[in-house]
């Protein structure tokens, strides 16, 4: 990707306003110059919005879009409400060089079936607050994405999970996962979202009574694809293997 | 765009085209040991530290380093020299083109973490590939280096 | 200093000499030269159709673009076909290609070449050529190659200048061919049991990472001065002389510090394009490729598939290997003969001691993907994937422990090698090799199954390798010796070092010879008009062939400074002895040092100070190798994690053992690889998946588990202080030892790479 100018704007609504022209690009934490072959009018850089923070506030935690994956995996207030699974969901991602500057908002906003920071927070139930059309469902957005708004922040409730599992799958140590999932119980309720790359990530909600029907009724009921690294059966049968694992997990903790 | 930043200690001033990594743009100010490995996020072969912070060059506009502080090997030569000798104890600097990138991702490790584990460095250094592949060696280089240090704290 | 080790000569592991300028970041490497001024940035249009014609091309536009020098295509080129192969002449390499021409064979053929101011207006022209292009039928699976009606060589003006090789470009074959010895069938026949399958290797990337470059410049006296990263300046001085039909003379290339080859730089990838713009525009000029470049039009393993079929008997004794190898040359011939030959050269030959009969036949097949070259293992490694996973599977049928059937079957020093070319084993330590890895692993321990407590299954595999010291009766190192002012040397190689360390190795060497310290040795590498003849750095050659070159080099010259000294010390040449880079009369009460000698060499002489020498060897003694493995494999997810690599190498004597160890440790992380993730698709039309290394997944220190390394020296008589190979043996035991570990922990045979944890989960082995 070519760009010919570049802005980097002081405030939200500034940004907002670039975001809605035609021939802008919105960068997140990164660019990959090499990886799309076209040219766009101009580029903007959300550095300077102040989106670099994690903050506890009496609805929550509110995470800014700027917020590197590096910054979030090692937060003290993300790893105590996350009982640690952010730091396990994370960490594989490339290398620390790269979580230092590839941004939540970044992987967030581009809704990859490879995620694993948007499936982590969708299933411990954040929203995301997005400039224009303002707080929505982390689960709406994954499926109807915002083209030309500006997300500024996640949200994650104020209640604490009980219980948090992750679990992905790589081929190598820093591959892009086949499949990544989290798992996310909070009393009774337990919310599972499966992102099975190229097939964009599903939540469902369980009682966690009904635990032993969960591995089965998820592999059964999600939608799955082959693509170079893995085959459709293979991500059902990881999603029950990991559904097992996450409740086997919560057991022993809960 | 003329941007303004600091480069190993020194002001600079240059004028850049918007979409020049930064990798393109340090190499062109002589910083060679900044290496283009795999040219999108990969390798870990770009690393320098913006901000102090090690980020991967190739995929940071130039731009945005306006107003801030960028660091390479260049920069960091006495730093390094503390321990890379006992990696070419170990033979594992191989083909040397993926050094310049571990070595400056260890001074961050080291930086914020005096005494990591194997572990730790391994995951530190895991988004730096070597293809020759000295890991092992480079493991070892760094662990006798740690050894020293607690002998001569001693 | 008549220690070795304290003047970091043989058995030191001093650091390379290289290793601070390197790990400091020193501008050393190719990119990070000064450019000569006017450098053109050259570039390639890529054919985007896996097989086609030009049926009309324009570069109008793009030649009146600003900032473009020149653009050229098939209409500009020499028509003399020649090869890639950094071999010696005459390659056995068919001569099947031309720097540009109008039939395209390949996703990545070059189409036209752009030399320009700078990138941007390089870009502009790449873009601004106007191709028409008649797609023709692709050959994309090389099972479906041999006869297929689309021909990926119709031309008439293929030839090869080896036609024992077998080729014929109206079969798309490269090359083909049958030997053995013994009548294989009927041994077959009275065997107890046979193990008969396919193994498949894909076309798997070496990924130096740097990538193929060249910068090419006139010099003062109008000769192409061509600067390269590769492993063979002399290949590449005739390759560049043949493509563009100018004399030898006319060209001299040299090589910078090189990021990394493994063989892929043994092919002349990059070089020919900017040799070629500067020779027409007189302009310096400079290609550099990218990433993506070097995964789609670079020099990746030979595809093969190896049909295997042993014969033994119930008490484990092997006694016939039939083996077929199809090898995937892609659109040209670069290796393709050479590479299948070790299939059976480097993997049958390790069970000597009781294989009766053999036999061996190959194909060599053209298809319209790029073309394969060299890398480190050059069909070894594809042929001992085969071969050791039958003799794992023969051990697990008779119920035998794989240790004792190798033990019993396995080649042993001074035998006699049939299908080695009848070459002897004169240093083997394989026996040794084999119990020390057994117990420094704790084989009895970690080879029965064992399912943890969280239902991972931990198991191990094993397997043993060869491999060969540079390629028999015609690999040549050369060395020249120097002797320096202060009675230090300067040692001149055409050897190419790539990070291996030759440079170092070969100076320890060196400072044993002259019992000098090893500071006191300079080394200069690979410059045709320096450096004295040298093959390359190649078919695991320079420590055996070159390390020749050097020990005979230095013999020679001391005897011209023996000359010297006894002139110097008035006394009969016959008697002086030589310590510690002196020269002493017979009653040590008069002496001279290397360096007064140097200062008195400039005085008044008429002995030259300086000698080369020449090496090659009638045969090419092999290293050899064990490694074992532990595995843990997730039956849910079908992960195998390694635990632990045990490898213990038979190299002959250790030169630098702490380069030796890296070089194994190296080759294994490699092998470990293309065994579980590094995978190859080529899609309908001829594009490869994998063209980034966001999807060509190289291991990273974390994919590896822990490796030890150990060594079990033989002695090899011709080698330099006893030394063989150690570069290129070290990959071939991962695919068979990992196979073999997951086999045991899933009960099934994993018989394609790589092992992905999809394959395993779902089950999509063999049984047995």
Redesign the interface.
Known sequence: MNFKNYVQPETVSEALSLAKQSGTVILGGMMWLNLQKRTVETAVDLSRLGLDRIESTPDGIRIGAYVTLRQAETDPTLVDYTRGAVGKALAPIVGVQFRNTATVGGSVFGRFGFSDPTTLFTALGASVVLAERGVIPMETFIREGAPRDLLTHILLPKEKPDAVSVFAQRNSATDFPALTSAFCLRGENLRVTVSPAPVRGETREFPFSDAEKIPEALANGLKFDSNRLASAAYRARLTGVFASRALEEMKKGV | ?EITFTLNGKPVSVSVS??T?LLDLLRSLGM????C?????????C?VF?DE????S????A??VSGKSVT???GL?EE??AF??F??????????????GY?M?TI?LLRENPDPTDDEI??????????????????RGIRAFLDAKKEGKR | MKNPIERGGVGASVRKKDSMQLLTGKPVYLDDLPEPAGCLTVKLLRSPHANALIREIDVTAAISLPGVAAVYTYLDVPSERYTEAGQTYPETSPHDRLILDRHLRHVGDPVAIVAAENEEAAEKALAAIRVTYDPLPAVLDFRTAKDNPALVHPEEDWHSLCPFTGGDPKRNLCASGEEGEGDVDAVLASCDLVIEHPYHVKAVNQVPFETFRTMTELDAYGRLRVVSSTQIVFHVRRIIAHALGIPKSAVRVEKPRIGGGFGAKQTAVSEVYPAFVTWKTGRPAKLVYTRKESLEAGSPRHEMEITVCLGAMNDGTIRAIDLYSLSNTGAYGEHGWATVGLTAHKSIPLYTSSVEAFRFTYDVVYTNVQSSGAYRGFGATQGIFAVESAVNELASRLGMDPLEIRLKNCVKEGQTMPAYYNEPASSCNLTGCLTECAEKFGWKEKYPVRVMPDGKIRSAGMAMAMQGSGISGIDVGSATVKLEDDGGYTLLIGAADMGTGCDTILAQMLADAMECPLEKIAVRGADTDLSPYDSGSYASSTTFVTGKAVVLAADELKGKMRKIAAKLLKADEETLLFEDNTFFTADRTASVTAAALANASMDGNDVPVEATATNSHPFSPPPFMVGMVETETDPGTGSVKILDYQAVVDCGTVINPALARVQAEGGIVQGIGMTLFEDIHYGKDGKLAENSLMQYKIPTRLDIGRLHVDFAPSYEEAGPYGAKSIGEIVINTPAPAIAHAVYRATGQWFRTLPITPDKVALGMGEDE
Not at chain 2, 53 to 56: D, E, N, T
Not at chain 2, 87 to 100: E, H, L, R, V
């Open positions: 765009m918007p979409d990594p060679k040991s900044v290496k490995g795999c040219e999108n996020t990969v390798c870990g072969l690393t913006l912070k090690p980020v991967l190739c995929s940071v506009p731009a945005r390479t090997l260049e030569t390094a020299e890379i000798g990696i070419a104890d170990q033979g594992a600097d191989q083909c040397g083109f993926c050094n310049p070595v991702n961050a391994r995951a530190c250094l895991a988004g730096n590939l070597c293809r020759c592949s000295g890991y092992e060696g480079q493991l």
